[in-house]
């Protein structure tokens, strides 16, 4: 948790919209989710220890219609 809470004191960005931490559950991890416009951004607000540890994930939102449609194509 030392190191989690350390992540989110060094991360000094108004752009991160929310925090997740798995610690509850017993997956000392943290997830960032945010918008940026490539993933180069995202390595530079990363503090220099963790980035050889850290994995950046283009999430997607689908809706309803573009499932339906994903579905009708498999």
């Not at 940026?36 to 689908?62: C, M």
């Amino acid at each position: 948790m030392q190191v989690g809470y350390q992540v989110v004191c060094r991360i000094r960005i108004t752009s991160i919209s929310k925090c997740t931490l798995g610690c509850k559950s017993g997956v000392h991890k943290s997830w960032f989710i945010s918008d940026f416009n490539n993933k180069e951004e995202v390595f530079q607000i990363i503090p220099p220890f963790l980035r050889h540890n850290a994995s950046i994930i283009e999430l997607t939102t689908f809706s309803k219609s573009d499932i339906q449609q994903f579905a009708g194509n498999h």
